[in-house]
């Protein structure tokens, strides 16, 4: 599975963006995805994940009402919505594919290259 993420850019503080993560090569629909983030000098770390059919989601607290995960199956396509956004989430952010949609790194088994997305003050 190739996985290509897009969208990330510079926001204001409370703004919004979407990103986006396409999917090519083995059947995307058999794949749990999951958004990781990594800030300078610091590890990789959860931010989202969805079930392969979409019908179950896990957020880390970080996110938890203010990012949305879902996916477009029909599209190979699956989308972080940050709304709110703060300074601090300023990070690359990666999609990664896998069986397990948890929230470890080593639950994924495909990864993209990942998105700037930086929050301004």
């Known amino acids: 599975v190739q996985l290509v993420e897009s969208g990330g850019g510079l926001v204001q503080a409370g703004g919004s963006l979407r990103l986006s993560c396409a999917a090519s090569?083995?059947?995307?629909?058999?794949?749990?995805m999951g958004w990781f983030r990594q800030a300078p000098g610091k590890e990789r770390e959860f931010v989202a994940a969805i079930s392969w059919s979409g019908g179950s989601t896990r957020y880390a607290d970080s996110a938890k009402g203010r990012f949305t995960i879902s996916r477009d199956n029909a599209k190979n396509t699956v989308y972080l919505q940050m709304n709110s956004l703060h300074p601090e989430d300023t990070a690359v952010y990666y999609c990664a594919a896998g069986y397990s949609g948890c929230a470890y790194r080593t639950g994924y088994d495909y990864w993209g290259q990942g998105t700037q997305v930086t929050g301004s003050s």
């Open positions: 090569g083995r059947s995307f629909s058999n794949y749990a």
